[in-house]
């Protein structure tokens, strides 16, 4: 199984190939670099091997997307199409999601969200939350049963520290990084120190509810480009999991094929 799995965020684009089935390569490129992509995807699909009976010499391989922005989808379908001759998948439209959501409106939910808690679940078979720290922060549970039960969403850290740039008259924007004390002695420090802190414990207490809610206390699995700062200083996680919605677009489109098969 030849795979391309696009994983369309807020601020980033990335882009991985897996080879029957093993990660080979995965690269992270900003949305608006349309130049970038197009030379990235043409380069990887020319390593997927062709199929052998192809007259045409067609690639083995599909290409599936996850995005939560429709105009960078659009995009990547037009070089895929203009560039590679091939159609997206994209998951939550030629893609059924891969597990059961206990929500009324689940296509208003980022299948980037589902994706994740999908593939966590798969790996734990247990109650289990997934934080996600990138432009906006998502925390979402998964109950014993392996349904998305939902979450909440708060600014990231890029977010947070524009905002107390543009409401003040004399702070800073800062770029947040792990502190070497919990006190700042300077307004920049300070900054940091609350971005980063407020972010651990909000994460630690909505576990702790999440746990009062379900009646035992889930596993926890952080991703996410902000997630490598704050891992260290939360030893109340399970794991740290780089790419997550890359591995769970790889497992949603397993399921799919398994179930057409079936």
């Known amino acids: 199984m030849n795979i391309i799995a696009i994983d369309i965020g807020n601020t980033n684009i990335t882009i991985a190939l897996f080879l029957k089935g093993q990660e080979e390569s995965i690269k992270?490129?900003?949305g608006k670099s349309e130049s970038e992509l197009a030379v990235c995807l043409?380069?990887?699909w020319q390593k997927i091997p062709v199929i052998e009976s192809s007259k045409e010499k067609k690639q083995d391989g599909v290409i599936v997307v996850s995005s939560v922005k429709a105009d960078w989808t659009r995009l990547i379908e037009r070089i895929v199409k203009e560039t590679l001759s091939e159609n997206i998948l994209l998951i939550g439209k030629d893609i059924p999601l891969p597990m059961d959501l206990s929500i009324s409106k689940s296509s208003k939910i980022g299948t980037d969200r589902i994706v994740s808690a999908a593939v966590a679940y798969a790996v734990v078979k247990e109650p289990v939350v997934i934080a996600d720290f990138g432009t906006a922060v998502t925390?979402?549970?998964v109950d014993d049963r392996g349904v998305f039960r939902g979450g909440v969403i708060f600014p990231g850290f890029e977010i947070s520290a524009q905002t107390l740039k543009e409401n003040t008259a004399q702070l800073p924007k800062i770029k947040v990084t792990r502190p070497k004390t919990p006190y700042g002695k300077t307004t920049r420090q300070a900054i940091n120190?609350?971005?980063y802190?407020?972010?651990i414990s909000t994460l630690q207490e909505i576990i702790r509810r999440y746990a009062e809610e379900?009646?035992?206390w889930p596993k926890t699995l952080i991703t996410g480009s902000a997630a490598k700062i704050i891992k260290d200083d939360c030893d109340f996680i399970d794991s740290?999991?780089?790419n997550l919605v890359i591995k769970g677009i790889v497992l949603a489109y397993r399921k799919h094929i398994e179930n057409k098969t079936a």
């Open 214 to 216: 379900i009646g035992t």
């Open 28 to 30: 992270s490129i900003p």
């Open 197 to 199: 802190y407020s972010a």
């Open 240 to 242: 740290y999991v780089p």
């Open 139 to 141: 925390i979402d549970l």
């Open 42 to 44: 043409k380069s990887i």
């Open 193 to 195: 120190c609350g971005l």
